[in-house]
């Protein structure tokens, strides 16, 4: 007698599940780029051919020795600069060719110091468009709720109406954040934002600037010294030689978010952090630098 066969021996071909996110666009191409400061015999070449690509909500830092180009990086993608050769883009386009909303923030919180708290935060809604064109409209309602809600969420709630010089440099600091980001950007330019800080309030901040990418995911570059803040908060990050800047390694970071403090004590943490260190020292005494 026949005896049907268990279904379960027959093997079922398997078809892959369709990945339900959207492909992610290529937001930055730096194609070949080099850059000389200055021309003749005293020009500085501050980078070799480099060519580097981010995603869309991509988190990239860039690391390497002092004066390497990192901050140099940050200024072509914000078209601050022009590469002296190879192409730039962003956002699909030749940088400069088409609008891209960026959120900028430096070491120093440059906050206007005859503006509140408050009213520093709002600058980007006056100055940027689509949100310019509503400024005389919605400054006293929608845009101050808006900065008052960001402030808030780093902490700065209550302070608004308070001065620059009211506030300690790490509160500042979280305005200055508040400021790169509250016309939503797709780009946000980090040039060691918390360089200038102690070790608790740059660790709060790593947490905070965290939660703030998750949220609204803008591609970021952060120039960083601190090997910790790059594995922290990087998805990707980015060795350069000493100048002239070449990229040495373009290192995956995979730590599950959002990443804790204790993440940062786990060994595969630590491992990244001393590779990276052991790269950068490295590069700095291979240009003759102190080890
Ligand atoms: N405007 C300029 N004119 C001349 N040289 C410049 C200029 N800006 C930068 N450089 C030089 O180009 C090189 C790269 O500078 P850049 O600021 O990009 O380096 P960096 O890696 O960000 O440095 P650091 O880590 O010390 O901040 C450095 O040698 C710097 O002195």
Known sequence: ???????????????????????????????????????????????????????????????????????????????????????VFVAGREVGAQDVRIGMAFQNPTLLPWLSIRDNVMLPLKIVQPFRAEWKRKRHGEYRDRAEALLAKVGLGG??????????????????????????????????????????????????????WIDGKPTVLLVTHDLRESAFLANRIVVMSARPGRILVDEPVGFARPRTLDTTYQPGFTNLTHKLRTLIVEARTAAGGTP
């Not at 078809?15 to 850059?35: A, G, K, Q, S, Y």
């Not at 040039?191 to 947490?207: C, H, I, M, V, Y």
């Open 1 to 87: 007698m026949k005896t049907a066969k268990s279904p379960a021996l027959v093997p079922v071909p398997t078809v892959p599940e369709p990945d339900p996110r959207p492909p992610r666009r290529l937001f930055i191409e730096l194609e070949r780029v080099t850059v000389s400061y200055g021309k003749g015999p005293s020009a500085t070449q501050a980078l070799a051919e480099i060519s580097l690509q981010a995603e869309e909500g991509d988190f990239i830092a860039l690391v390497g020795p002092s004066g390497c180009g990192k901050s140099t990086i940050l200024k072509l993608v914000g078209d601050l600069l022009k590469a002296s050769g190879g192409h």
């Open 159 to 212: 302070f608004g109406g308070k001065y620059p010089w009211q506030l300690s440099g790490g509160m500042q600091q979280r305005a200055s954040l508040c400021r790169a980001l509250i016309h939503e950007p797709n780009l946000l330019l980090l040039d060691e934002p918390f360089g200038a800080l102690d070790q608790f309030t740059r660790e709060e901040l790593w947490d905070i600037l965290q939660t703030l």
